[in-house]
């Protein structure tokens, strides 16, 4: 059974940029959300999706976007960077039918300059 | 909203002694409560996870928590410190009714120092 995989593992932009970072969900997985983890505190909830569709988002504004494709994988795209993005950025996964605990990938850590 | 608190930003325990990671919740309805454990620069692992089924749960690595309605509280607890359980613990409430399928409030994390 395949974990949950993101990709890159780090990456460094600056201000103004555009990013896509990109997660696959383990294996029998179809539900995939998205957490930011500034420096020194707890994760906070970005959106999740299921079934391709958005499915809940928290406080975070329009240019934090995301996509879920038909093998369940995902991707969250940030546009106009600003430097308190710079985060450590996981992606969980569940199997929503099956009422499952989320897993977490080893992140992406992101630097914006 | 529901969310968590953790108290103690860091907690220092000799190897062998008690470890004890404090977090209480804000919940109108009844939780489900995660214990998450990050080791540095890796991502997030389930420790432990309360879904009304029994007050005391065990979890993985000798840690197990107690679920206290009244106290509104799930403390973590492991009878005897190791080295490698050194690094950074995280209480999180579900909100919805999927057992943790929807979106996970997190506190603000404890690190775990472990002196030798």
């Known amino acids: 059974e395949t974990g949950v995989t993101q990709s890159p593992t780090h990456l460094i932009k600056t201000r103004g940029q555009q990013v896509t970072l990109r997660c696959s969900s383990q294996?029998?997985?179809?539900?995939v959300s998205w957490y930011q983890q500034a420096l020194g505190q707890g994760p906070q909830f970005i959106f999740q999706?299921?079934?391709?569709?958005?499915?809940g988002r928290g406080n975070f504004p329009p240019r934090f976007s995301g996509l879920q494709f038909p093998n369940y994988s995902s991707e969250l795209n940030v546009n106009a960077l600003e430097l308190d993005d710079s985060a450590l950025y996981l992606c969980?996964?569940?199997?929503?039918?099956?009422?499952?605990?989320?897993?977490f990938g080893p992140g992406t850590r992101l630097l914006v300059l | 909203a529901q969310s968590v608190t953790q108290l103690g930003s860091h907690v220092s325990v000799s190897e062998g002694a008690l470890v004890l990671l404090r977090c209480n919740y804000s919940s109108s309805v009844p939780p489900y409560l995660f214990w998450y454990v990050q080791y540095p620069n890796q991502g997030l692992q389930l420790l432990l996870k309360?879904?009304?089924?029994?007050?005391l749960v065990k979890g993985i690595n000798g840690f197990e928590a107690e679920f206290k309605k009244s106290e509104t509280s799930f403390h973590l607890t492991k009878p005897s410190a190791h080295m490698s359980d050194a690094a950074e613990y995280f209480c999180?409430?579900?909100?919805?009714?999927?057992?943790?399928?929807?979106?996970?409030?997190f506190g603000t994390g404890t690190r775990l120092t472990i002196i030798p």
């Open positions: 999180a409430v579900a909100e919805g009714s999927n057992f943790g399928n929807e979106k996970l409030t």
């Open positions: 294996s029998g997985h179809n539900t």
């Open positions: 309360y879904t009304s089924a029994a007050t």
């Open positions: 969980a996964s569940s199997a929503r039918q099956a009422q499952e605990t989320q897993y």
């Open positions: 999706y299921y079934r391709e569709e958005e499915n």
